[in-house]
């Protein structure tokens, strides 16, 4: 191989090689050695994984599974979303292997929660912020504070299910993960995601979708769900009418026809904004971690906006040529 370009190498011409090599000596070097270890032993360690690093679009590197068929919605699933209010995928959505790489990064951000900003770390149990062990604690925007989760493929394969859902396109708006500690009795209570919203919002073009990172059981804290219920938006109060608490309760819920819905890790639960819904107390020894995803359909305002965007780019190189031949 070398061989092959020793001769291209000497045919280059010698300021060519000299000004790379200056190059190499004063910027990139430098900036290799100023890296920290643990970032490049973290990319090291991510490229090692088993599923593998594969390079999607513009997204950059995402993590895929090879030969995992894509999830796709059925009429009946989409007419059940429709009826019920919710749906539960019980197949596979993100295969194990990106599932598992998912729940590795988040559990690294769980075991830093204390030091993550206030705002986005906090308890869902009794006291939203307090010291010590935590109830049911929950990390806000984590694709954000991290962002090889906003690259996972976890993140892209359930855009592709909102997709299938709410129409054409589907943005990520918000995420947040949940973690029920081992053994702690504290529950999420009932509740719609829209009291934590603005309700003048309009959340009929938005879905959220629950991941489960590892296999929910009703021992660990699976989701619960009324079919048929949540058309509109309950009175909320906060846990325990207390005011140092962030979760908010819905008033006056039949639970009668409530149901638990167990799933395997990688599979998922889409609800609406409006969907009633609830999880109970992790009483076995593993710690439950779910993933959740508030996807919307931006609507015609932002395809518009888009499209300026993408005009401009196009229009751009046009206008300085043009300007170019004009100037002096
Ligand atoms: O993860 C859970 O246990 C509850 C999730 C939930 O209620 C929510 O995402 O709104």
Redesign the pocket.
């Known amino acids: 191989m070398a061989q092959a370009f020793r001769p291209a190498m000497a045919r280059l011409k010698p300021c060519a090689t000299a000004g790379a090599a200056a190059m190499w000596r004063t910027a990139f070097r430098p900036a290799i050695a100023r890296l920290k270890p643990c970032a490049t032993a973290e990319v090291a360690a991510m490229w090692r994984r088993p599923s593998g690093l594969r390079w999607h679009g513009r997204q950059g590197p995402q993590m895929m599974d090879e030969e995992f068929e894509p999830a796709v919605l059925t009429d009946e699933e989409r007419d059940r979303f429709g009826r019920d209010r919710f749906l539960v995928v019980d197949r596979p959505v993100v295969p194990l292997g990106e599932t598992a790489d998912a729940r590795a990064i988040l559990a690294d951000l769980f075991a830093r929660f204390d030091r993550l900003p206030a705002d986005l770390a906090y308890d869902l149990g009794e006291v939203k912020h307090h010291d010590g062990a935590q109830q049911?604690p929950e990390i806000n925007c984590t694709t954000e504070i991290e962002p090889r989760l906003a690259a996972t493929a976890a993140v892209r394969r359930c855009r592709d299910l909102a997709r299938q859902i709410l129409g054409h396109r589907a943005v990520l708006v918000f995420d947040?993960a949940?973690c029920?500690p081992a053994g702690v009795s504290a529950a999420?209570e009932w509740?719609q995601?829209l009291a934590y919203a603005n309700p003048d919002a309009d959340f009929s073009r938005q879905v959220?979708i629950?991941l489960a990172l590892q296999d929910v059981t009703e021992d660990n804290?699976c989701?619960r769900y009324i079919p048929n219920q949540g058309r509109g938006l309950l009175p909320h109060h906060r846990r325990g009418n207390s005011r140092g608490a962030q979760a908010l309760v819905a008033d006056g819920v039949d639970q009668r026809a409530a149901l638990s819905y167990p799933l395997r890790a990688g599979m998922v639960a889409v609800h609406r904004m409006t969907t009633l819904?609830?999880?109970g107390p992790n009483t076995t020894d593993t710690p439950?971690l779910?993933w959740?995803f508030h996807f919307r359909d931006p609507g015609p305002v932002w395809a518009k906006t888009r499209l300026r965007a993408g005009l401009s780019k196009v229009r751009h190189p046009f206008r300085r040529r043009h300007h170019g031949l004009r100037e002096p």
Request: charged share 20%.
């Open positions: 049911i947040h949940i029920k999420v509740h995601d959220h629950w804290g989701l819904h609830s999880s439950r779910a959740v």
